[in-house]
């Protein structure tokens, strides 16, 4: 069963988001504008919002067509802001003082916000979540895709990265832990277009380029990548260098907008990548299953491989006239995975191999709209409607086994299954933003959710209010409730698959496979920002959520896949504390946050789990396995003339380890610098960037995982010391 379990894996979800920051305004906004390091902002209510990321103002030619593009983009963020959420917002400065820069993994720029823990395959947790993110770029949700270990979006493209979380207003629905938010470059905002050459330890080298202009009406953008890696996916060793752990992996971005008026435009993105990657190996385990005709095998030779591919197309008409705001999106996204077994040595070692073809398609319409009532009220509304439909083929290779689970034949048995679900899921909301005075707004709305499955049907009404107060320029506090609606994932596997493998050595030890359910929660969060001294700002936040059918995801089996669950109750509950500064040519930040997790009673696909585990969790409370109870993050870059120095550290608590969650793993921290130089090559605008990073600079051994734990099952380690150095070509 462990192949069919490790098959099961996350189909698309929809990302149900829209959010957009209100413009900055008075004199708090004009506190916080500069090359800023990471900007942790409050997002009250628009316009006189003092969320708003820090970042360096577009350089665009003077223009008509600028003035509409600028004109449009306005409109687009009055649709969607985030009124009453928390938000943290990364700017281009601190992206290119990120350890490795433009060149690092998207999950490394999400790790320097507040609340956000690094676990293993490029996982990040926020607020004690597992997954539950929703990504979009500039307003326009993306679906989400499979759950795989490839890193789909490019950080090359991105201007600007925001984190929203925290008490939600209605436009946001589904995945509620936090709102990633792109404002992908474009050809007014790219300054040159841009070649480049990276690479370094791990056999690394990745190529890349940046190209985009404007013409008339039309603007454009197209950004694209290769990566080879010696470090595909986490070490199971402490070793320096893992075995078997190659990566190759390309991506290809295509924004175009154009103007076909004053008040409307019509918009593109479109993205493409694929990625193949080697499941490093343990030397040194011990055969535990015989196979006839095998010879003599190593754990150091088993060749197990993994691609992934994904794309999607997002077509976006926006209109602006008189005192309404309309965007309008179709999309489609498509997506495979598919995991390779060593059939000899996985029957050797594990008593099961298995081959997985995972795929799904999605798509679906999303529309938001915004009417400006009078001076008092905004009304906003929209809704989102999409369609997944998901295969998953596996051919499964296990002994007979006995009642106890002994192996009784030394040949395997094929063990073809095949499974089929399909999804409707439909949000739908209105709220109204209602400035009581000039200093208090009210931001209160109501949305429908539905799900309709093969396998569950389910529908909520969910209220949400956020209430903003900004007693001075320097100050704005925040409180919030939020109803959520969080679905499965677009993924069953039948009680049929589940009797195919019995009497096997893939037979599970419990043979229940309850449907996963929606999730339903409550949400509270209260805060509170300030600007003590121009340039110096300061947030503080505070939250707790109380769920029924708490969902979580695990790995199990030999397929290194995610896979769903939940638990009957659950809670998370915590705090926020960030700062940043900036002066001049210096800028900095720091975040602390601390997270409690709760659950009890695994409710759905029991199956997953040992019964000794099923058995204790039944009647006590565990931590949930990706909790890190306590995350540091601080850095700091110095820009003096064509130089940058930078750097930063990193501290985890640990997560969850052990019998059911009740150990964990030992605390870590990590030390990355890094240095940028700039030549101008002559007045043709022609320049060329030399870069050199040192990742985790005292090569500190660290364990992310242990192979323990709800839902764990395989041991993985920190990368060691890396060096990198590249160059970029400007023109």
Do not use: C
Not at 168 to 173: H, T, V
Not at 398 to 405: M, Q, T, V, W
């Amino acid at each position: 069963m462990r192949t069919l379990i490790g098959a099961a894996l996350i189909a698309g979800w929809p990302a149900w988001v829209l959010a957009q920051i209100a413009p900055v305004t008075g004199k708090l906004d004009a506190a916080r504008m500069g090359d800023a390091a990471i900007a942790p902002t409050s997002t009250p209510a628009a316009p006189a919002s003092v969320a708003q990321a820090v970042m360096e103002p577009p350089v665009t030619p003077a223009g008509q067509d600028i003035v509409v593009t600028g004109r449009l983009d306005a409109a687009r963020e009055r649709i969607a802001p985030g009124l009453g959420a928390v938000q943290y917002t990364l700017g281009p400065a601190q992206i290119a003082a990120t350890p490795q820069g433009e060149n690092a993994g998207f999950n490394q720029v999400l790790l320097r916000a507040p609340g956000v823990v690094l676990d293993s395959f490029g996982e990040e947790h926020v607020r004690g979540e597992h997954g539950g993110l929703t990504y979009r770029i500039n307003g326009v949700l993306l679906p989400e895709s499979l759950n795989g270990f490839g890193q789909e979006l490019d950080t090359r493209i991105a201007r600007s990265v925001s984190l929203i979380t925290g008490s939600l207003p209605a436009q946001f629905g589904f995945r509620t832990a936090g709102i990633v938010d792109v404002t992908a470059k474009s050809g007014a905002s790219l300054v040159h277009n841009e070649v480049g050459i990276y690479g370094g330890s791990y056999d690394t080298v990745q190529p890349s380029f940046q190209l985009g202009g404007t013409k008339g009406g039309l603007d454009y953008f197209t950004s694209g990548s290769y990566l080879h890696d010696g470090i595909g996916i986490e070490n199971p060793t402490s070793s320096r260098t893992p075995l078997h752990d190659d990566t190759d992996q390309g991506k290809l971005f295509v924004y175009a907008s154009q103007t076909l008026n004053r008040d409307s435009r019509l918009s593109l993105l479109a993205s493409g990548s694929i990625a193949h990657f080697q499941l490093p190996d343990t030397p040194g385990l011990k055969p535990a299953f015989t196979l006839a005709g095998a010879g003599p095998v190593s754990s150091s030779d088993v060749d197990e491989n993994q691609t992934e591919k994904n794309g999607y197309l997002v077509l976006s008409y926006q209109r602006s006239a008189g005192g309404l705001d309309l965007q309008v999106s179709p999309f489609i996204r498509v997506g495979t995975i598919s995991f390779r077994a060593d059939r000899v040595r996985d029957l050797v070692f594990q008593g099961v191999a298995g081959d997985v073809d995972n795929s799904f398609a999605t798509g679906g319409v999303q529309t938001d709209a915004s009417y400006k009532l009078s001076s008092a009220h905004t009304l906003r509304a929209g809704f989102l409607a999409q369609h997944t439909s998901e295969r998953l083929d596996t051919l499964t290779f296990a002994f007979l086994a006995d009642a106890n689970g002994n192996q009784i034949a030394t040949a395997p048995l094929d063990l073809p299954d095949r499974t089929r679900n399909r999804s409707w899921e439909a949000g739908l909301y209105v709220q109204d933003e209602w400035k009581l005075t000039a200093m208090l707004t009210l931001n209160y709305g109501i949305r429908y959710d539905r799900f309709d499955a093969n396998f569950d049907h389910e529908g909520q009404l969910s209220p949400r209010v956020n209430l903003v107060w900004t007693p001075d320029d320097a100050t704005t506090i925040h409180a919030g409730y939020s109803r959520y609606f969080a679905p499965p994932s677009t993924q069953y596997i039948p009680l049929s698959a589940l009797a195919n493998v019995v009497g096997t050595t893939d037979e599970p030890q419990v043979l229940v496979d309850t449907p996963t359910r929606v999730e339903r929660s409550h949400y509270v969060d209260v805060g509170v920002q300030h600007v003590m001294l121009p340039g110096w700002q300061v947030t503080v936040d505070g939250f707790y959520k109380n769920a029924a059918n708490l969902g979580d995801l695990g790995q199990f089996g030999a397929a290194v896949i995610l896979s769903p669950f939940s638990y009957s109750r659950g809670r998370v509950f915590g705090g926020e504390l960030s700062t940043t500064y900036t002066h001049r040519g210096f800028s900095g930040f720091a975040n602390f946050s601390y997270v409690n997790t709760g659950a009890i009673d695994v409710n759905s696909a029991e199956y997953e789990i040992d019964a000794d585990v099923l058995d204790y969790v039944k009647t006590h409370h565990i931590q949930l396995d990706h909790e890190g109870k306590y995350t540091v993050s601080a850095g700091a870059s110095y820009s003096f003339g064509p130089n940058k120095a930078f750097g930063d550290v990193q501290y985890g608590y640990g997560l969850r380890s052990g019998f059911a969650n009740t150990a964990k793993q030992p605390s870590y921290a990590t030390i990355n610098i890094g240095g940028e130089h700039r030549f101008d090559l002559g007045t043709s605008g022609l320049s060329l960037a030399v870069r050199i990073d040192v990742v985790n600079l005292l090569d500190h051994v660290y364990e992310i995982r242990d192979g323990s734990g709800l839902g764990i099952a395989a041991a993985q380690y920190g990368r060691r010391r890396g060096v990198f150095a590249g160059t970029r070509a400007s023109f």
